[in-house]
């Protein structure tokens, strides 16, 4: 199956963070054809917070059997958790590098007129919802041609693939490190399409990514009846709002840039009974990570205030984060090289507006001695990341597989 | 079929507001037997606020045709609405009673354990999620088993019965008056079961109804990315919050008692997009009608200036609405004469905590000179009214009858 | 000195809270004409909140002397404070009285158009920016010229006069119940001119007195440089701006009618530097003692739901206080009875719309078995308590003088 | 009186914002020994926010004589304003400088212990409450030292000196340039000791001014009696306190650092009435003017929205502002070599955490196409800008006069 073609088929069936059940099968057919060494349920499934449920997990097995899924593998990743990994054994003694693709699609609808490419060549998601708007479809198909292509073994040293589940959210890094799928590695490369970079440019590394921390917070008051007994109610919903204007009210840091956002709020119930659950989502961010880890306890305090002002019970989960990442040079200088020997334009830095896990695997790997950067290729995006209308340029394909296979190739 | 038995498969079928077509349906299969003048259709369906789609609709029609409605009645209510209204005519000339019974449930997931009666009878909910948490299955059954009393004619003057959709959240009398049912009433009685009154004491009418104003607020802005341009949203959820924190912060009145309440709110999206949209369930009540009213604008105007600070839209609707109620003394005299002639233990006025549209029935009978009460059978309640644990101790059910009766024979 | 020329001495020289030493000098000055028993410095100095400093003492005691208090009176005043009980034994056995009689003005400016009495008859207030607004001139006048009256000993068992400093904020009563000034009382009332009332009709007793308590909150946070540093301050003022909306927010209570306001807040410093420190003053209030209390521990709640969620200290205190108090029948019947006697009109009880630290000396003596009620005598108020143009008809006085004289003369 | 007298003498003296009288008469007389143009009331007295009432101009003024300042300049001072403008003309050909003095001290209490330098030798400030606390002390006396240095004429074209009043608020420099100060100016550059910069280091030029804004909103609502009649009310505390929430609450913009605070904040009154009045002071900053713009506009939309929400009124007043600043290379290379000529170690950048409505003056000089610098000399501060500890190295101060000697002279 060419790149294009197994892109479109990925795209066709974007599923959730921990949900990649016929994604991950498909990934694990095109391996069992080459001579690598594949370690399927490749993360530590305890701990990981927000974990799909069940239901969530038949749903989406049932879907990638009925799309074409070999029903036992995807049973068996329903069990261990969809993270894959894989290596190839270079021909001559050299580094490990590892390749970090990740697989998962957003809670997104996808948009359906004509004019997005994905719904005009037909394409588009068929799991209503849900959408790779963000360009993991693009990532899973390069890494599988990269994988064929150093099928040879021509390359010193190993190279490790590692599609992970569920980067949106900041989850699945982790999950995987748990299961040690860095241990050994001395050069470590991300790879992401997009980020508003002309369409097949290369950017050796990135600047400014954010260190984050994504939290949900569930107060738990008492209801009742807000005519007859208002004062016998605890209400979950104020320490909630209290909340959304206290965290957006945390001071701007001098030392580091920072972002902070409430992204979700939801109190059910009934206009007239005092509400005794909200639950809201929120995030920190900085491009300091000893300034995130600040501002998380920060908005953390918040929610603490906010839950003893009303005398309402908060539980606060860290349901994901990412830290920064400083690109090593030697490494952004071989990409530089990579590119240039294969012919594709490229920038030394390319400035990120966001945060992605796949810091974890670099600072795990730069804390073991290693090298690690993080790369992009332009894919002349029609409408910013998470959009209905996001798409990436094909043509973006070929030059990453190129340049990364350049890369590793030496 | 006795009074309890119809009671328990009322019970066993609860349908939320305005989709009570079991019930109606089960009304028309009664009062079909008797010598009474039938009336469907009986509301103005033309701007009610949230009136269930043709997919609710459809759902409960489903569940009710299931469960042994017929399927015609189903399919007329479904398009005319669920109000019923049944006059029969007394054998001499004297005065227009109008007897309201509400049919409504409400999305109360309802008890299992053997503790909570109808679980152990086995007449618990069977439409999940939905319970007669407030006494209206009672109310259906006395509404019957008293029409069926009645046929014998033997009163003066006529008796309308009003069964009523959509108490909860105060949409039904309203819709139902504007398709006229008290045209030409004298007498108005509205009948509870429970209120926290012994079970089997009537209280011949009430003090302390709330006059109340429900509403919906949607806040419109713009979404944008929490990291890569928070300044390009305009954030719903933060109009909201605050709004949350104003109209609780609204003056208590000097004047009449006065309550808020933000029953619900739901702002959905992402933890890292910067939310464009949030709605709000909110209501204002007071003892005083005028009151009410100004405190109605005062929730407002905050919404209003929630969102002008944020620079979002927002729509305010009013989803519902009651108004206070004096109960005439006359009818007072008339009710506890009642009580005392069928030998049921009578006070003449109980506090009322809540709102009820009954209200606006009383309301428009008052204003065309005629009296009204709202009159209340205590049931024993084992738990709170909206509870999920709520039950009516069906002992009581016989007593409204009596009393009922008596009355409107006089 | 007549009752009008008494009363326009004491209008014209308001002294606030704890200050009333020329108010309290005439008094004395007055009482050792008469066959009392005196005692001074009548009331627990320790422990009362936000007693007057020194030089506040000393600006007063100035203003006392330079308008003709005798000089040691008022240095002897200044170090034992400005309560003063006077009892004057009747001459047969009998119930011993109490009756108050506060004496402290307010920081109000008093208006000085021609319009307002005071200031055309040329009594209006000579010390700048104090007034009294409340008619606790005519309170002291009152009392003095009924002392006079009862110089005689023509009644039964005694009267115990208590002309008490600090009635505005709630904190005089406290301090004189600490110095024993109600014990052995067996009937108590107090008097308060004005409230609404027709001029000269006489209410036996009040209802709906509120509970109270003030309170004062002083959150310390860290300044920074609001540019350079926001990061390193703690916002004192973001916590107290929190506060406010949380205790506006607090519920309203279905059990009694309650209150809340926050009255003053200020942060001071620099627009530049984040705030470390704010001050509010708060109230709550309740028909119910109880809810008054369960609200006061609510406000305090928010305000440390606040402060922690800066991360800022907070130290409450409560300032001033005043319980609910319900009059005694037998006394109502006696003050109706006094009026009758006396010919001035009556009613038996007058809703009152605030507070009045008098409750808390009738607890005390209802506590101790006696009765108590708080007798109102209407003043034609021109405009509202605490309003700059508050003013009493002086036909008033003398029927306050004579129904307290009928009351205990018997 | 040589530079450290100098420094000291202003240090003893400190006045706010337009008050610098005593100050301006210094400068003036030792200006008028050297063959200088002098300009006094350089400034555009109408349409300055806050500026100070005769009351507080007349409190300075007597201070400035009775410490020694010239009765006549004091009186003309007052009148005028403080502002002060200085043309030495060279004795050749060549371009206008425009160097600039800031005058004013802050309303900070000095600290009296003998740690601090100025407690322990004597020149602690003499105008308690009131300290030059950011060094503008040490400019004066640079600047007089200067003017005598440069009395030779031994340079190339003109050096204008600008005394500057009311530096802190940033509302001189707007002034002044209304007057016309920098018409015909080639080249401009102002000074500033400390900024953490070493003792003795200079800095060419700054980079990180923040553009600002200052307001002043004054709400304005109806006060009522907390207990008596609340929702007669209109409560300008909660709309102040609301947009203290609002405002912190901004978003952060991802294209430019910016800044909010509230500073201030002040609503006085009784803790039980609704309070009528509540006056905040705040600000906005950005690295980018445009941004700074922008969210000032957001500030005002979310101080309207608060005003809205309670029904208030409310008044904003931009009280001052200045823009951010991009230092001109050509004369960051002057700056420098002007310090290497002098033996004085330099840099070419450092980084400012502030503003500086010199700013205003720069971005006037720059647009008419002259070049621009803000030069800053280190002065080894023990502690923080603004803090009642603060002080300089006078040794900084030869420092700075032989940096912008060299740097006239060319």
Request: aromatic letters at 4%; glycine letters at 12%; one cysteine or more.
């Amino acid at each position: 199956m060419d790149l294009v073609t197994l892109r479109r088929d990925v795209h066709a069936h974007p599923e959730p963070a921990f949900c990649e059940l016929r994604t991950a099968a498909l990934v694990l057919a095109h391996l069992r054809e080459l001579p690598a060494e594949i370690r399927t349920g490749a993360l530590a499934l305890d701990g990981i917070p927000a974990y799909p449920d069940e239901a969530a997990l038949a749903r989406f097995a049932g879907l990638a059997i009925d799309s074409g899924a070999d029903a036992g593998d995807v049973t068996a990743l329903t069990r261990e958790g969809t993270a894959i990994v894989a290596e190839l054994a270079g021909s001559r003694p050299g580094p490990t590098w590892a390749l970090r693709f990740d697989m998962d699609a957003l809670p997104v609808t996808e948009a359906g007129e004509s004019r997005h490419l994905p719904a005009a060549e037909g394409f588009r998601s068929s799991y209503e919802g849900f959408m790779h708007a963000c360009g993991h479809d693009g990532h899973v198909a390069i890494g599988l041609a990269l994988a064929g292509r150093l099928a040879d073994r021509d390359f010193a040293g190993k190279v490790r693939f590692l599609f992970q589940p569920a980067e949106e959210g900041g989850r699945g890094a982790r999950a995987m490190l748990g299961a040690g799928v860095v241990d050994g590695v001395d050069r470590f490369a991300a790879l992401h399409l997009g980020l508003d970079l002309p369409a097949g440019t290369v950017a050796a590394g990135i600047t400014g990514i954010f260190a984050t921390t994504k939290m949900r917070a569930r107060f738990t008051g008492v209801a009742s009846h807000a005519a007859a007994a208002p004062q016998d109610g605890r209400n979950a919903l104020l320490a909630a709002a209290t909340a959304v204007l206290g965290i957006h009210g945390l001071p701007r840091f001098s030392t580091a840039d920072t972002r902070v956002n409430v992204g979700t709020l939801r109190a059910e119930g009934n206009v007239n009974i005092v509400p005794a659950l909200a639950e809201l989502t929120c995030e920190a961010r900085s491009r300091d990570g000893a300034v995130n880890a600040e501002l998380t306890e920060r908005v953390k305090q918040v929610l603490r205030g906010a839950a003893l002002a009303q005398g309402v019970e908060v539980d606060i989960e860290e349901t994901g984060g990412s830290t920064s990442l400083d690109c090593d040079g030697e490494l952004l200088d071989a990409v530089l090289e990579a590119a240039s020997r294969t012919g594709h334009p490229a920038v030394r830095l390319h400035q990120m507006g966001g945060s992605d896990d796949a810091s974890l695997f670099a600072e795990a790997v730069q804390r073991q001695g290693g090298l690690a950067t993080y790369t992009v290729v332009g894919g002349g995006n029609p409408a910013p990341h998470h959009n209905p209308y996001f798409d990436v340029d094909e043509a973006a394909l070929p030059v990453a597989v190129d340049v990364l296979e350049a890369l590793v190739r030496g």
